[in-house]
């Protein structure tokens, strides 16, 4: 009834996380031309609150692009995922590969931010958001996994 109202359909909402997903592609891309100057921007506003003192601008650097190859890599299996939904596809083992993958991109991301926590603690917390981002994708695969079984046996009954 909302979607009659707003004139909103499936397709738009596609089409829009398809956009999103672009602009954050292109957005990835650039992080991996200003890394550096992103770690010493970080470097000069951040305390030095972690176990190891020293300035943040190589470790940060190196978190930044492992970081940053990781998101492009999710992010490039999330554009498969919408493409396939898009042509219908949905209850597929690729999209079950595709989730599968990206889960793993965001607990090896939080992975390097954990590591990074030892410079500055508050990447602890980004660390743990990435990580249960991860877990929550591992779910998603695991019930698409699920899914992508029933359709297999309903299609070898009919």
């Keep these: 009834m909302i979607n009659e109202i707003t004139g909103w359909s499936e397709m738009k909402s596609l089409k829009l996380s398809r956009l999103l997903v672009y602009l954050l592609m292109v957005m990835l891309i650039l992080l991996l031309f200003i890394a550096y100057f992103v770690a010493v921007w970080y470097d000069e506003l951040s ?3 972690g ?4 300035s943040v601008v190589v470790p940060g650097t ?3 692009y492992i970081c940053d190859l990781f998101g492009l890599t999710a992010v490039f299996y999330l554009n498969r995922l919408l493409a396939n939904i898009s042509k219908d596809k949905v209850f597929i083992e690729q999209n079950t590969k595709c989730l599968r993958i990206i889960s ?3 607990v090896f991301a939080g992975i390097a931010m954990l590591v990074f ?3 500055r603690y508050y990447f ?9 981002m991860g877990l929550v994708m591992r779910v998603l695969k695991n019930v698409f996994e699920k899914a992508v079984e029933l359709k297999s046996e309903s299609d070898f009954t009919i």
């Design 47 to 49: 305390d030095g609150t």
């Design 51 to 54: 176990i190891i003192k020293s």
């Design 62 to 64: 190196v978190m930044i």
């Design 104 to 106: 793993w991109c965001c």
């Design 117 to 119: 926590s030892l410079w």
């Design 124 to 132: 602890g917390i980004c660390a743990f958001f990435a990580m249960f």
